[in-house]
């Protein structure tokens, strides 16, 4: 017996499609009932009205407050009107909230409308190519963990809750030449062993562009670590280059001439210190 597609499967889920071979089909096949109530769990979770969010406390705008260095003009939380509003329930979890009551959601089906599991024939399911959640679907998916991730590491590292990384060494860049500019470098280490170096500078006139060098003592050896754009830059040291051995932060000027080696010509300077 043919199977159905998986596009076919995805319009039966979202009812979309009404041809009567096709629902014929899902009645007499076990495999394309699961995968279709598989399916239509998908899209009953998507289509489920998300539970009533409760607004942070003002703890919360006081951190980022703090964190952001706002003025006095915006320390009032922002949110405590719909606070106000806001009634006092508990947050849904499962298929509970925390008061305890159960919480409304849709009633288990297995795609024939009897409600239950459905009970499939597993040698045959294995013997037969797996189907998968489709693209569509899979993508959203992804896409909402990704957004949601991104959304807790920005919030984890605003509000401090992520662990401040460990200063290994600094130094004051003194203007060289003509410069008048200043700055400063760090070499810290976060909580997962990475190193970097955080270069910081006054705002400098260059011909080209501004490059970020380590230097040897004798300034005989040097190691690039790449453009820096602005007047503030992070670069992600490599796990074997020893700072010891290149203490010497460097920023030059580098004309636009596709010369990869030093121009001699340097902005700021300073030696690193643990």
Known sequence: MAHLSEETLTLLALGETLDPQHLEHVDACTDCAAELASLQRVVRAGRAEAPALTAPGP??????????????????DPLADSRDDVPDAGVRRGTEDVGGEPAAGPPTDDGAGRGGATVVDLASRRNRPRRGVPYPLAAAAAAAALLV????????????????????????????ADYTARGSAEVDERPDGTRRLVVRTDPADVDGFKEVWLLAPDAQRMVSLGVMAGDEAVFVLPENLDVGEFPV?????EPIDGDPTHSGDSIVRGVLEA
């Open 149 to 176: 991730g991104g959304v807790s590491v920005w919030g984890a590292q605003r509000l401090g809750l992520e662990p401040e990384p460990t200063v290994l060494a600094s130094a004051e860049l003194e203007p060289l």
């Open 59 to 76: 703890a919360v705008w006081a951190a980022i407050h703090t964190e952001l260095g706002l003025s006095d003009a915006v320390v009032a």
């Open 249 to 253: 932060v460097d920023v030059s000027n």
